[in-house]
């Protein structure tokens, strides 16, 4: 069973880079047919799909975020990791880190984290 | 972006029933839509994958219809730990995106 632990400051000052690392167990994200990937959801919102890395570690961003987003990996490790720059408090949300599980007629998260608050603010 | 609405936003529903949600995309996304459960404080839980493939371990209760841009959840005979938010994702063209929730209420 594939388990996936975020990790990371729950407090950012605005302006700052919020980092977080996303622990995975049961399973290598080095393994084909698999994206790693990061999804957030506002206090009382729906959620938004930030980005994911891919097994052979390129990365892909949601155009919304993307000038200020960066998902990295270390498969030493097993862990692939967010930083978002320049929060504001618009960037206050729960993170979530998240398996895809890749093909060719469906994407879907099958395995999720248990998501971690970071709120912005000084 | 592909824009995902999911109708109704919230429903109030008793032990027993059939519930049924929607999803529609504003475009064709084929079969590459997935049904998510959201409990309070707890992470998405994958219920539905390629429109109507039941996820591994998920209740039969569960179903999943549609292709094209408009799809539907449907449950059966709703259970008190179906009470939660449901969401779809289209996951065709990036950016993946979500609906906007549909909370199950009890009635």
């Known amino acids: 069973q594939v388990q996936l632990q975020e990790s990371g400051p729950g407090l950012v000052k605005p302006s700052l880079t919020l980092s977080l690392t996303c622990s995975v167990s049961g399973g290598s994200i080095s393994s084909s047919g698999f994206f790693w990937s990061w999804v957030r959801q506002h206090p009382g919102k729906g959620l938004e799909w930030i980005g994911y890395?891919?097994?052979?570690?390129?990365?892909y961003y949601n155009p919304s975020l993307r000038s200020r987003v960066t998902i990295s990996s270390d498969t030493s490790k097993n862990q692939f990791s967010l930083k978002l720059t320049s929060v504001t408090a618009a960037d206050t949300a729960v993170y979530y880190c998240a398996r895809v599980n890749y093909g060719s007629d469906n994407n879907m998260f099958d395995f999720w984290g248990r998501g971690t608050l970071v709120t912005v603010s000084s | 972006d592909i824009q995902m609405t999911q109708s109704p936003s919230s429903l109030s529903a008793s032990v027993g029933d059939r519930v049924t949600i929607t999803c529609r995309a504003s475009q064709t996304i084929t079969k590459f839509l997935s049904w998510y459960q959201q409990r309070p404080g707890k992470a998405p839980k994958l219920l539905i994958y390629?429109?109507?493939n039941l996820q591994s371990g998920v209740p039969s209760r569960f179903s999943g219809s549609g292709s094209g841009t408009d799809f539907t959840l449907t449950i059966s005979s709703l259970q008190p730990e179906d009470f939660a938010t449901y969401y779809c994702q289209q996951s065709y063209i990036t950016p993946w995106t979500f609906g906007q929730g549909t909370k199950v209420e009890v009635k």
């Open positions: 890395i891919s097994y052979d570690g390129d990365p």
């Open positions: 390629v429109a109507s």
